[in-house]
DNA sequence: ATACATCCTGGAGTTAACTCCAAGTCAATA
DNA sequence: TATTGACTTGGAGTTAACTCCAGGATGTAT
């Protein structure tokens, strides 16, 4: 599969992904004769994972780390689940904060859509964190 | 309260805060006779407000455009209530990505901790969408 | 009144993660 | 076989969001 297929699948530039695999975000990718990348069902299960985990916030760093120790072979497998663990951690904790965010977030649109209406701003002390009260 | 206390309260830098007040992240903050800052209550609301809206990944640039509609005034409650319905479509966006990523990642690692204690790497095709076969 | 810690500003520097570019190679078409 | 368009590399440039710094002002404890 040429790069552009790749990338279109995953919605991300061809840059990116040359980027990936110089840096170890995925193992070297397959070539053609020419030395053209030609995408094995592997390299794009790489991509796939890669990206995913990418657009969750997983930092390269982890990423490059995982796939050096996948190189180092079959003993490394304790070291890869701890960092997998590890990796789920940080994203829970993504999700945490997010969460918050949320329901700050719902708060302060509650009181707005009732603003739109009323013409008035009104915040509620225990629904809402609000710095934003209108001057009156 | 101090610049010190605020960045204790909310476990961020002297410097972002100067630098979000700068920027227009959050309003100008209340100074002393000597113009030092002293974050009165409504200051520091805005700051916790934009530090969790910040840590769920919600960019700069839409806390800006909300604190410049704040501050033009009541006849802007219905645009900055469409930003905020904007910002958690966003948000919700993100979350997604997340759970996608969590959900691939608890595939990978229980592959892994079957393989920690077996010794060998068993993928389990429709469980987990996985690159990474240990090579036979 | 003198240290000394803390604060101020404007501007430069840093980091992660791309993104772009020039100069050249490869492959499909006319 | 010549053209055209996609691909290659190494390296430089960009962007968001801070982070650091120099040089100076402020505030508090002795």
């Known amino acids: 599969m040429t790069i552009k297929a790749v990338c279109s699948k995953f919605n991300v530039s061809p ?3 040359r980027y990936y695999e110089r840096v170890g975000v995925i193992p070297e990718v397959h070539r053609t004769s020419g030395g053209i990348r030609d995408y094995t069902e592997d390299d794009i299960k790489w991509v796939e994972t ?12 982890l990423l490059i780390e995982y796939v050096r120790l996948f190189r180092e072979g079959d003993h490394t497998i304790k070291a890869r689940c701890e960092l997998l663990k590890e990796a789920r951690d940080l994203i829970l904790a993504e999700r945490r904060k997010i969460d918050d965010a949320l329901e700050k977030m ?14 008035r701003l009104e915040w509620d002390d225990n629904s809402c964190c609000c ?3 209108s001057k009156e």
Do not use: H, Q, W
């Open 15 to 17: 840059d990116t992904l």
């Open 50 to 61: 890669a990206t995913c985990f990418r657009s969750a916030g997983m930092p390269i760093e």
């Open 106 to 119: 719902d708060g302060k649109i509650k009181v707005y859509e009732r603003a739109v209406e009323t013409g």
């Open 131 to 133: 710095c934003n009260k």
